[in-house]
């Protein structure tokens, strides 16, 4: 298969015009070929839905400084991109996936415990795949400097953590839930309760950014980021509440997989 003006041609096929004996011949075999009683009708192409923000949401304010003013131009993929090695076990310790066990004590919130997989589109595990989580304290409060928000820090909570995910492409993340918190974007904004997810592939330069929120969540419906996704690719951005995957009068359980490409992608970029 080749490209001919802008057109994918399959090899073999004529370039040629209208006038040429090959597309003449083309032609009526197509017709001849239609007539046929036996003749099955093809599928109807479906173009798969976008369920990615785009670059520039005029509603959140950020994307009008940053969004790309001019088409992107694409770079081939580097070695390092391509044949990086995958992240070894002992890369991630069993504790970093624990953000409550940073402290001298417990920290203050509502303890959960979150599951889920990483697939790949179709449906295959994604194996020791690196995972990074970081996320507001239950105070709705960053350990960071610009963050002006007046709320407490939590000594005992730094809000941040990763994983590997397992030969099943399973991650298990024990945390605090978020609060949410005022920000400037527009009058009496608040964003909805969130974690913020990186997905690292083969090495660093393979990475992709999304956001887990919280079913039932009244901000949802008013938070600009959110709504900045399609709306196809809305729920799959919200966790389902998993009693199971909890911990038996200490912590809620929440379930969240993730799909890497193809039509039941992940939205990515949020």
Known sequence: MMSAGGRVVKAGTSLCGDNRPSARRSRLYRLA???MPWREKPMAETRPVDVHPPYLYPDYKSTRLRAPAQPLVRVAPSPLETAGPVFPKRFVGESEADLTTWGTSAPLGEKMVLVGRL???????????????????????????????DAPLDPNFLGKGQVLTDDEGRYR????????????????GWRPAHIHFSLFGNAYAQRLITQMFFPGDPLLAIDPIFQSVPEAGRKLLIADLDLEQGIEGMALGYRWDMVVRGPRATPMGV
């Open 173 to 188: 993340v024990v945390t605090v839930k978020p609060g949410a918190y005022p920000w400037q974007n527009h009058p009496f």
């Open 33 to 35: 070929v239609a007539r």
């Open 119 to 149: 697939l790949d589109e179709d449906g295959r595990p994604v194996p020791r795949a690196l995972i990074e989580v970081w996320q507001a304290n239950a105070s709705g409060k960053y350990p960071h400097p610009v963050d002006d928000h």
